[in-house]
């Protein structure tokens, strides 16, 4: 198990796997792409396990909306938002994207099968340190028109642990920090089949939508403790 300062990572990283050693490493399990890479080469070649302390994919709460998605229960997917906000504990050796978005990253890969996103980007400020951002957002596209944003900061009045996942039939939100951790929203809108409406294709009607608002539904999700 190595939990130690994000930059030491790759190096002992490595040294355990020469050594001959499985490797646990917390998140992120490097700083960039290249020692992710290297990391990956080092293990398949040596035989051995390297994994990321991506905890929050053994969580019953994420495990839970992974099956509503499996299920079509929220119907087609269209995008996913989070928020992890607080007001600390600030680092220098790691901005706030690196520190805190890992956990939302690996919660929306798990939640969609792990695809390649089609395009990622960030933008962030450094407020109190220079050149360490203390608020990012991040948005990334996947295939089929998915979108995720993630929101992360250190500098925020409130502590939120929040996802929320919109689909075409419900929407369900993971609440961390609350009581009831998932909460199922039947709700949506709906293009309206008008009855005895010709349609024009040189000059289209323009489209009505129905309102949908159903029940919110606070299912008993048993947590457990994903490191137990």
């Known amino acids: 198990m190595i939990a130690t300062p994000a930059a030491t990572h790759f190096e002992l990283a490595m040294q355990c796997l020469e050594a001959g050693k499985h490797i646990m490493v917390e998140k992120p399990l490097a700083t960039s792409v290249a020692e992710v890479d290297a990391i990956a080469g080092a293990a398949k070649k040596a035989g051995r396990v390297a994994m990321a302390g991506h905890t929050f994919i053994y969580n019953d709460a994420v495990r839970f909306l992974k099956k509503l998605i499996d299920n079509g229960e929220l119907g087609e997917l269209r995008y996913i938002y989070s928020q992890r906000l607080n ?35 960030r933008q962030g400020m ?17 295939p089929n028109k998915v979108m995720a944003h993630i ?35 039947d709700k949506g809108i709906e293009p309206k089949a008008v009855l005895g409406q010709r349609m024009d294709y040189d ?23 994903a490191q137990g």
């Not at 050796?93 to 805190?100: F, I, S």
């Not at 250190?154 to 689909?167: A, C, S, Y």
Request: net charge negative; no cysteine.
């Open 203 to 225: 000059q289209p009607q323009p489209l009505q939508f129905m309102h949908r608002s159903g029940d919110i539904l606070l299912p008993r999700v048993d947590f457990r403790n």
């Open 151 to 185: 929101h992360v900061s250190w500098l925020d009045p409130h502590k939120v642990r929040q996802m929320t996942i919109v689909g075409s039939k419900k929407m369900a939100v993971y609440d961390d920090v609350a009581d009831a951790k998932i909460a199922i929203y």
């Open 87 to 121: 007001l600390g504990r600030i680092r220098s050796d790691v901005d706030a994207l690196w520190n805190l978005a890992p956990h939302d990253v690996s919660i929306i890969q798990y939640l969609l099968g792990d695809p390649q996103p089609v395009s990622v980007a």
């Open 126 to 142: 450094d407020y109190i340190q220079k050149g360490i951002d203390d608020v990012v957002f991040m948005h990334l596209v996947y």
